[in-house]
């Protein structure tokens, strides 16, 4: 990744620049200590001045007014508050005009920002206050008051808590009285800026003591960056929360979500409009190099040696592709990102300039480019297509043939999200969230109540060939499912929910949509897989593992990894917990995950490669066995016997556990005997031998999910198939006695076999009946064991008569 940089020869302001903020991508406001109001249109290259402040008034910060919010549109998208040190703000329109002046604090008032929904507006000052007002300027509450200045604010993503600074501290308040306050010491010195994420519920801080770091809203330590020589002066996130900015002296700093720093520029160069690149990494430097002119991508001209001086204020364009930056000497900084970089089996993209992509093939080492009319904003490589989302248009490209994309133009707002499946592909954008077919097509937009797509991302949102999984930002307990041919809600309309909080979601990508399975992380790390097919009972979530901080789904097969704890493991069949949870170990593959260093993530799964980001920025790719996947494809296939053979070649025991719970799902009995035999679960295959033997398909089935421990559903089918003794038996043999006694009695038969076999139960431990019910049925019954033996074999032998007649009459009906 490569930030290009461009700074004009003359500043536009005669003072220290205070503040910048952004109206679109390409258009920007500054403010500086020269009165002046600044507009600079990066499509014509020109700045025009807005409006002249009055003398005494010395700008501090600028926040715009938010221009929308999920779906609903805000009319007042085009005003900006304008905090000063007189003490006042000033809400001030796109044309410069003050709308209103507010007495807000005594001395300056050091930071003013809207909420997310433009409901409310928090400044801070020297004072120590923090108040609330309206959108305005009526004052709704003061939140807090201290004796220390507070030089930063910022709303949490729900905007219900405001985290503020205070000396060496950081504090959270929520906006409700009484709650629970969080605060925590974050730095050795006062801490400057504050800047708290909407997507990835992330927080960053900068201060004098030369730092910069991530926490989670908790207030937990996730990086802590080097002491560097000058006070950290600024620090923003990126929109979508994947990357920040860093500011200080002469310096820019670009890093990922994690901390690591992607990128560093010192702007003390002879530069105009140059490029800065990174020559190499390691997990304690980053070294950065000009890019020598014959190399350049764009043009580079030297013409003076540019002091920036501190970086003061920091701001994203909405689009996340440019940073603006406040210089202390009058000059604003532009940097854009490039460089940026998609990989797909052979094949790697690389966003070499604002407008170009080139795509390169690295089995022939061919080399095609790509030209877009607009700016390229979002990118996703997968599934051999190559979808592209500019300003106004998407492109989506196949790997066959670069040469002829498919283009259509976007319903409105930035892309923020590009997520792939293999027969269609998910954008989402300020104004929803829209699937479309590879050729273009349209095919639905789900929508749910208080649907905030700003702040969804691809560990929230998930998709599938035939759905669309996305996490509830209001309650994190709840996954709404929806199918995507429709946009509206799977199954029954019933919603997933969980007893605690999810972090991340994820669909496997195979197989029909009745077996589609969703696995998703809480807040406890613990990973849990569920069906997403909801249909009158509640589906069981079953945990997998625990620890667990990333995951991926495999693109060619239901095979799952993940990052947990200190291994990396591999579940090969992760459907082994609906069937034989005692086999499920034996179906794993883990190796030690301490290569990875801290906090790595997964990238990709394609085929059998995993691809893993370590905490350094560096990515490392892991092949695991192909067996596996070949496995799920002879299986789909219902290839049984290529299945055993593949087996019987590899010898290995995690093939033999897989293909045994795979049998018993598809309910071929014969290759799980052979597969449960292979791995030494001898009970298992005297059990399956017994099913065999079994006289009624009923019964067999009933026996069939009774091995996979759906006791319920055995004794349902049994009843449907008027088999009421073997109901009643097989309550029996689990010992659930209340239920074979209330069948037995309910459908009037066997009530004496079930108190047999119960005295006989007592009789083996020496007890006496405390139950009452059986008490009350047994007494003045004499059991009569030759009598019960009789009966029983009256029910099998009707039973096989009654499967026999059945098969007789199917093989007449097939003559005719």
Partial sequence: MRLKISLLKEPKHQELVSCVGWTTAEELYSCSDDHQIVKWSLLTSETTQIVKLPDEIYPIDLHWFPKSLGIKKQTQAENFVLTSSDGKFHLISKLGRVEKTVEAHCGAVLAGRWNYEGTALVTVGEDGQIKIWSKTGMLRSTLAQQGT?????????????????????????PLQPNAKVLQWKAHDGIILKVDWNSVNDLILSAGEDCKYKVWDSDGRPLYSSQPHEHPITSVAWAPDGELFAVGSFHTLRLCDKTGVVLLLVKLTTPIWFTCWKVTSVNSSQVYISSVPESS??????????????????????????????ACGNGHVVFAHVVEQRWEWKNFQVTLTKRRTMQVRNVLNDAVDLLEFRDRVIKASLNYAHLVVSTSLQCYVFSTKNWNTPLIFDLKEGTVSLILQAERHFLLLDGGGIYLYSYEGRFISSPKFPGMRTDILNAQTVSLSNDT???????????????????????????????????????????????????????????????????????????????????????????ILCGLQDTRFTVWYYPNTVYVDRDILPKTLFERDASEFSKNPHIVSFVGNQVTIRRADGSLVHISISPYPAILHEYVSSSKWEDAVRLCRFVKEQTMWACLAAMAVANRDMTTAEIAYAAIGEIDKVQYINFIKDLPSKESKMAHILMFSGNMQEAEIILLQAGLVYQAIQININLYNWERALELAVKYKTHVDTVLAYRQKFLETFGKQETNKRYVQYGEGLQIDWEKIKAKIEMEVAKERERSSSNQSSQNTGLKH
């Avoid at 509830?472 to 709404?480: G, L, R, S, V, Y």
């Avoid at 069981?540 to 995951?551: D, E, W």
Wanted: charged share 25%; aromatic share 8%.
């Fill in 149 to 173: 200045p507070v030089y930063s604010v910022a709303w949490g993503p729900d905007s219900e808590k405001v985290l503020y600074t205070a000396g060496k501290q950081l504090i959270i308040k």
């Fill in 468 to 558: 669309i999984a996305i996490k509830d930002k209001a309650d994190e307990k709840i996954i709404f499912l929806f199918e995507a041919s429709t946009g509206k809600p799977l199954g029954d309309g019933k919603l997933l929910s969980h007893k605690n909080e999810v972090l991340e979601i994820a669909l496997d990508q195979k197989g029909l949509t009745n077996d589609r399975k969703i696995a998703f992380i809480d807040k406890n790390r613990d990973l849990y897989i569920t069906s997403v097919k909801r249909f009158g009972k509640e589906e069981q979530i079953i945990k997998l593992g625990t620890m667990v901080h990333t995951l991926a789904w495999s693109d060619t097969c239901n």
């Fill in 296 to 325: 350049q991508t764009e043009w580079s001209y030297a013409l003076e040696k540019p002091s920036t001086g501190s970086i003061f204020n920091i701001a994203w364009s909405v689009d996340g592709t440019q940073i603006a930056g």
